[in-house]
């Protein structure tokens, strides 16, 4: 008897940021900044699916990625941390491989998040 994978199945997944600067973002907003990444990463996750080449291996196989370059974007000190968050995801997403991730970008000058 063999397992079958739903066509549908979704793939679990486990992403660690060991470390995450911001300039510009009141260290007591860091939790709030931490929940939107999570939310939105995880809504482009469900509306995108995984970026090409990382949901490609055997169901269960992982797929290690030592640093992912989210880019840089500017925004004013005292951003919303919902906004911050967003941003931060949608980096993480074009770091990951998924093109777009829906806002424009900054040069990544004074005050610009990394």
């Known amino acids: 008897m063999g397992v079958r ?7 679990a997944i486990e992403l660690e940021i060991g470390q995450l ?5 009141a260290p007591s907003d860091r939790h709030r900044v931490a929940a939107a990444v999570e939310s939105e990463l995880g ?3 469900a509306e995108r ?7 490609d291996g055997e169901p269960g196989s992982a797929v290690v990625l030592r640093n992912v370059d989210g880019g840089s974007f500017e ?6 941390p919902r906004l911050v968050g967003a941003r ?9 491989g998924g093109g777009d991730g829906g806002s424009g970008r900054g040069d ?3 005050g610009s998040g990394r």
């Open 75 to 80: 925004h004013r000190p005292g951003s919303a």
């Open 43 to 45: 809504r482009l996750l």
């Open 21 to 25: 600067v911001l300039d510009g973002v």
């Open 108 to 110: 990544g000058g004074p």
């Open 88 to 96: 931060v995801a949608e980096g993480i997403y074009r770091g990951l």
């Open 5 to 11: 994978r739903s066509p549908t199945a979704r793939p």
């Open 49 to 55: 699916g995984l970026p090409t080449g990382l949901g």
